[in-house]
């Protein structure tokens, strides 16, 4: 396990960095590819890093391999070649990369542990997921476990393992479970964070190297505040 930030230039944090492929440890407010808003994408500073780092010329390649919401914060995976980036597609299409996600959120649930199976459809109207206990209409099966690792003082920190990855998963269906993540009002948090963050961060991954084909397992460390602090 490495929690280690190989760099933190232009405030890019990165966790690893090779031939093939390079994680970062996206901040709230980050977006992981441009979309209407016409901010500057999460991908286009790394390939600034990439230019620095290594006086590439011309234009850089980096492939994008998931997304995370924009108020979430935590582990994003880039391919830096068309290889890996085929490869790293197949791994997350197979499910055949283990993905960790803290959250704090406003209620205790009511087990220490637990497998939620929801079918969820999404609302392209208002950007947002809604829960349901038995299939509707366009909607797709949601699987995550949870397991309650800390209670705070006013919050409670949970781990969170997807079997499935759908839109909004770990917001919808933990905010339909009672338990809100903090300072997530798309979900029902009764508040918002000062800087528009939420309590979910992608806390971890492991995958086998797409083209060594070793281990890799990466920790990404928390955001700094009060609450994230009170976590560790």
């Not at 280690?4 to 980050?30: E, F, M, P, T, W």
């Not at 797709?140 to 309650?148: M, R, S």
Request: aromatic share 6%.
């Amino acid at each position: 396990m490495s929690n280690k930030i190989l760099s933190n230039k232009s405030n890019l944090q990165v966790l690893y960095d090779d031939n093939h492929v390079i994680v970062v440890n996206k901040r709230a407010g980050d977006i992981v590819q441009g979309d209407k808003t016409g901010d500057k994408p999460l991908s286009d500073v790394v390939k600034e890093y990439i230019k620095d780092k290594y006086n590439k010329p011309g234009n850089v390649y980096l492939g994008t391999v998931h997304r995370l919401d924009r108020p979430t914060t935590g582990i994003v995976v880039f391919a830096k070649t068309s290889k890996a980036l085929t490869r790293l597609n197949k791994l997350f299409a197979s499910k055949d990369i283990s993905k960790t996600y803290w959250a704090v959120v406003d209620r205790e649930p009511p087990k220490s542990q637990d497998t939620l199976i929801n079918w969820l459809k999404k609302n392209p109207k208002n950007n947002k997921s809604y829960a349901h206990i038995k299939e509707v209409k366009d909607s797709k099966k949601a699987i995550l476990h949870y397991q309650l690792l800390k209670k705070l003082q006013r919050y409670f920190l949970l781990e969170v393992n997807l079997e499935t990855g759908r839109h909004h998963q770990i917001r919808c269906q933990l905010s339909n479970l009672g338990c809100i993540i903090k300072g997530d009002l798309k979900y029902g948090a009764n508040r918002s964070n000062k800087d528009a963050s939420i309590h979910l961060h992608a806390r971890e991954i492991q995958f086998v190297h797409p083209v060594s084909k070793e281990d890799i397992n990466i920790i990404a460390p928390l955001p700094k505040d009060p609450v994230w602090d009170a976590c560790q």
